[in-house]
């Protein structure tokens, strides 16, 4: 985005990205009654309060991903208080966004454990990326064994899938946060939400350009340390 009233409570709690005004950097309508390219531009005129800086030690092909798939996942990490070392997380899904959450997380220093209907991409999970433990979805028995086990449960997956079995991941007061975006609604089990383990179910966005600088600040300083 790059661009928001400045004023509202969405752009007083640095969420101007639920601004009702809120400039997007391509396809949308510019102060001015232009339509924006900044997405597709080399150069772009912005409100310096929407530059996002990136540090000489971070190559822009690394950053890119971030600004989109890495915020999408750091967001509800810090915002939930999902970030906390010595909690348990699980990531749902090994594709783009899965991949930086497992990353973020450990960066964290949470505990991980990547939860995907493929077998073959625990040695990714587990040697590649540093995730702690790997659970196959379709596994009743992996599941079963895994039940009240993790503080939160980040559901990357945009293909329809059963929320029930992630639901019971959950300790008493855990939290489902959906990124994924399905095309189709989603099967909404209220009942266990509210007599079994008073889960927390929450669909997240990114927290304004505050949070996108702090996402790229956690990864500079991740790389400095290693």
């Known amino acids: 985005m790059i661009g928001s009233c400045r004023s509202c409570d969405s752009c007083s709690n640095n969420l101007e990205n639920y601004c009702s005004e809120v400039i997007i950097t391509y396809g949308a309508k510019d102060q001015d009654g ?23 030690n971070l190559s822009l092909d690394a950053a890119a991903p971030l600004l989109c798939a890495g915020i999408t996942v750091y967001s509800p990490l810090r915002f939930y208080g999902l970030d906390k070392p010595g909690m348990h ?27 995907s209907t493929s077998p073959n991409k625990k040695q990714e999970a587990l040697e590649h990326l540093g995730a ?7 596994d009743q028995d992996q599941m079963q064994a895994a039940m009240g086990t993790m503080d939160g449960v980040i559901d ?6 059963p929320i029930l079995p992630l639901i019971s991941l959950l300790k008493t007061q855990g939290k489902l946060v959906l990124v994924g975006a399905p095309a189709k609604p989603l099967e909404l089990p209220v009942f266990p939400l509210i007599v079994g383990i008073n889960a927390i179910l929450v ?9 996108i600088n702090a996402c790229i600040s956690v990864c500079v300083l991740n790389l400095s340390q290693h």
Not at 40 to 55: A, C, K, L, N
Not at 89 to 115: N, Q, S, Y
Not at 132 to 138: E, N, Y
Not at 156 to 161: R, Y
């Open 34 to 56: 232009t339509i924006t390219y900044g997405g597709y531009s080399d150069i772009m005129v912005v409100d310096e309060h929407f530059v996002v800086h990136i540090p000489d």
């Open 89 to 115: 997380v699980g990531v749902v899904g090994l594709g783009g966004l899965g991949h930086v959450g497992v990353k973020f997380a450990k960066a964290m220093g949470v505990k991980v454990t990547v939860i």
């Open 132 to 138: 702690d433990s790997f659970l196959v979805s379709r």
């Open 156 to 161: 990357t997956v945009s293909a329809m899938h």
């Open 203 to 211: 669909c997240s966005n990114y927290r304004g350009s505050s949070c």
